[in-house]
């Protein structure tokens, strides 16, 4: 049996400036953070000739072309496998459609599996890079490559995102307390709504490549905080990070209507009132988990819980995508 895993990730700074439609023409810079939640794999020999694939359905199939699951399809054709008669299992600590990068921590834990059992070893640019082109240019998914690099790599990293599609990967450099301290007053609170960002950033995508200069401006706005996100970062000013934080939702829900809804509006209100320094809701938008930065958790926490919101604490990871069992 192999299982691997590969953690879900949190943006801290220029997400949405990784679509091609915007970093081949002004260069993305994305600051990401990989967190203590994963996408789970296991991959068996089956008893029988036959593909067996359990995710949120259950698929029993006699060869790759019948798979209805796109990822597991197309990483199964991507793996050339001389005996495709497998048992594949994906579970997940959190659900897709929340923003915490989902599928593309799923497709690096699968390929990551799939090379295990073809005993490839494979570096992290490697995989997120195959990752990359099954969901984007083979699925044609309107999407960016942030979510596949931090699944591969971990860590808190910042990624440049070049116009000739290369990605040069930065560590981030933060200090021992610095990092202890923005992992221990970062929390993640569940709105409740769970969604698909395909739609949302397809607009985005469509809008970039149309040059709507509205568009354009609030990406270069976002990048510009990126920069300024990982400044505060390494000089240890998580007061200036968390104002950042804040200013960078305030033009986030610029881009687009779907961003956000009154209810999520209601709430970051909440949170600022009750101790939020600063915070923005993860992903695309339009549901997921609100991430607020705050000195005064306990309150916090309280006021979220009696809203009715559910918290997940979580601690950083640096490991990426990884093999735990190879039996």
Request: proline share 3%; with cysteine; net charge neutral.
């Amino acid at each position: 049996m192999i299982m691997t895993r590969s953690p879900l990730r949190i943006s801290l700074g220029g997400g949405g400036t990784d679509l091609p439609s915007y970093y081949r023409e002004h260069t993305g810079f994305v600051i990401s953070a990989a967190i203590d939640k994963y996408v789970f794999i296991t991959v068996n020999q089956a008893f029988k000739p036959k593909l067996i694939l359990k995710y949120s359905k259950l698929e029993t199939v006699d060869c790759i072309n019948e798979v209805e699951h796109p990822i597991l399809r197309e990483a199964l054709r991507f793996a050339n496998l001389e005996s495709p008669h497998l048992e594949i299992v994906s579970i997940a600590d959190i659900p897709a459609g929340t923003g915490l990068g989902s599928s593309g921590s799923f497709t690096t834990a699968l390929l990551r599996a799939l090379h295990a059992l073809n005993k490839n070893l494979v570096p992290p640019q490697e995989l997120a890079e195959q990752a990359c082109n099954i969901e984007m240019n083979i699925l044609k998914e309107p999407i960016g490559k942030q979510d596949q690099y931090i699944a591969a790599f971990g860590g808190i990293t910042c990624f440049h995102f070049m116009p000739d599609d290369r990605v040069q990967v930065e560590p981030l450099r933060i200090s021992s307390e610095t990092l202890a301290n923005l992992e221990d007053h970062l929390l993640l609170f569940f709105t409740g709504y769970t969604r698909s960002a395909s739609e949302l950033l397809r607009d985005q995508d469509t809008r970039s490549r149309q040059k709507e200069g509205e568009m354009t401006s609030n990406l270069h706005m976002v990048k510009e905080l990126g920069y300024k996100s990982k400044e505060a970062l390494e000089q240890g000013d998580l007061g200036r990070f968390a104002a950042l934080m804040h200013e960078h939702w305030e033009n986030k829900k610029k881009r687009s209507t779907g961003m956000t809804n009154l209810r999520i509006n209601e709430l970051y209100d909440l949170a600022r009132e009750n101790g939020a320094l600063g915070g923005k809701l993860i992903g695309a938008g339009g549901g997921g988990f609100l991430m607020f930065y705050s000195e005064e958790k306990a309150r916090l926490r309280r006021v979220m819980r009696e809203a009715g919101l559910s918290e997940v604490r979580m601690r950083f990871d640096f490991t990426g995508a990884t093999v735990l069992t190879h039996s």
